[in-house]
């Protein structure tokens, strides 16, 4: 449409990739302080503040590209950028995931 500003997919791929990596090394990093540790134990318990920190940033980047360009046609972004975009609404607070749960349907 005249006027109207092209979807940057490639950049947004790029971008839900670098976020895919934030969202999952954390991640990685817990289940291996809970194999060594116990899941109870308090360094597990400290770090599990640290990663709701990430996902809460996490949330607001992917919320930001939602918002700006709708929620990106998985036909047009990367496997890892849509694989992103899953896992951090699914890790997001409980009013996020509501309110995309019609698009991840």
Excluded: C
């Amino acid at each position: 449409m005249p006027g109207q500003e092209a979807i940057p997919y490639d950049r947004i791929s790029r971008e839900l990739a670098e976020v895919l990596v934030k969202d999952q090394g954390p991640r990685d990093t817990l289940n291996a302080l809970a194999a060594k540790y116990g899941a109870n134990a308090d360094t597990v318990t400290r770090y599990w503040a640290y990663l709701n920190k990430t996902d809460s940033f996490n949330t607001r980047r992917v919320s930001r590209i939602i918002e700006q360009y709708g929620w990106p046609d998985q036909r047009l972004i990367s496997p890892e950028a849509s694989k992103a975009l899953w896992l951090v609404i699914q890790h997001a607070d409980s009013l996020t995931r509501e309110q995309y749960l019609p698009v991840l349907e």
